[in-house]
């Protein structure tokens, strides 16, 4: 591993923690860009909105997964860890959400963020996701140090670091990040908030 591997790794281990209460609410931070839907089908979005910056990420079956892909469907992306408790007690609401509303265009994507750098190995992580009955995407890295490059960039993004895990955030179909949470959440919370984008 390089030195700016390392540098990278160092600062995205520093910058979160797993939490167990959430220190934000909502993303509230005013962008520059347009604030107008560009789609009939929902609502106009927020004055805080940010345009989602495009990541690559690839899943336990090897498949490479950009963030672009999902243009035209509502994300949830979710920043996660097997290690952390209060990420586990909302995957059971992630899985019901994932199997109401898949068919109405929501897409559950989970990036996996390793403890300690030591990253889940495929075999472990489908263990993992079988006995949690995971059925949206879960995304790790590519080459062992992606994931933590995506949560750098989207903290930089809405204006505040992500400091810990689970963080949320609701994207719509045009790519804009909406809404975001720190710590778990219930599926009635989530589901308020991507109902009108559904």
């Known amino acids: 591993m ?31 860009i347009s604030t107008k839907s560009d789609s009939n089908k929902q609502p106009q979005r927020p004055d805080y909105a940010i345009k989602a910056p495009d990541f690559k990420l690839r899943t336990v079956d090897g498949k490479l997964v950009n963030l672009s892909d999902y243009l035209g469907k509502v994300v949830l ?21 994932y199997t109401k509303y898949n068919k109405r265009g929501l897409e559950i994507l989970g ?3 390793p403890r300690s750098g030591i990253p889940d190995s495929d075999k472990e ?19 062992g140090y992606e994931t933590q490059l995506v949560m ?3 903290g930089r993004s809405i204006g505040r670091p992500i400091t810990g895990v689970p963080t949320t955030l609701i994207i719509d179909r045009d790519g804009y990040i909406v809404r975001g949470y720190v710590g778990p959440r ?3 919370v989530f589901y308020k908030d991507l109902k009108p984008y559904l």
Do not use: H
């Open 186 to 188: 219930p599926e009635d």
């Open 152 to 154: 750098i960039e989207y």
């Open 77 to 97: 992306l979710n920043f996660w860890g097997t290690w952390c408790g209060p990420c586990l007690q909302e995957i059971p609401d992630l899985n019901n959400l």
């Open 111 to 113: 990036v996996t963020i």
């Open 2 to 32: 390089d030195i700016v591997k390392i540098f990278i790794f160092v600062g995205a281990i520093s910058n979160f923690s797993c939490q167990k209460s959430p220190t934000i609410n909502e993303i509230n931070q005013q962008s520059d």
């Open 125 to 143: 992580l489908i263990k993992f996701m079988k006995r949690w009955k995971m059925d949206y995407t879960i995304l790790k890295d590519i080459n």
